[in-house]
């Protein structure tokens, strides 16, 4: 069975970093994409970055194109989210899933397995 967990959220100013980890276990992840959403309260939850982990190709909504970068560990088995230039409206509860092919979607329904989500809050 698939694990997703998160690590790696936490308070921050406007404009500063911060980097979540996603460890994966428990499956294989050589052909399948890998993503990250983010869900705010009272809001539904929404496409933030993708990753195919094989070949490595890179997909942004357009939120934090530019200030955001996803990566992964092959060897670690960990998906990462490099978050700068963070904002206040990217306060939320951000979460890591596998997705149900090497076809990267924006819709939650692409994605079967999903982490327990780590909580991002930005001050201003």
């Known amino acids: 069975q698939v694990q997703l967990v998160e690590s790696g959220g936490g308070l921050a100013q406007a404009g500063g970093s911060l980097r979540l980890s996603c460890a994966a276990s428990?499956?294989?992840?050589?052909?399948?994409?890998m993503g990250w959403f983010r869900q705010a309260p009272g809001k539904e939850r929404e496409f933030v970055a993708a990753?195919?982990?094989?070949?490595?190709?890179?997909f942004y909504a357009d939120s934090v194109k530019g200030r955001f970068t996803i990566s992964r560990d092959i060897a670690k088995n960990t998906v990462y989210l490099e978050m700068n230039s963070l904002k206040p409206e990217d306060t939320a509860v951000y979460y890591c899933a596998r997705g149900r092919s090497s076809f990267v979607t924006r819709g939650t329904e692409g994605y079967a397995a999903w982490g327990q989500g780590t909580q991002v809050t930005v001050s201003s």
């Open positions: 990753i195919k982990w094989s070949g490595g190709s890179t």
């Open positions: 428990g499956g294989t992840f050589d052909n399948y994409a």
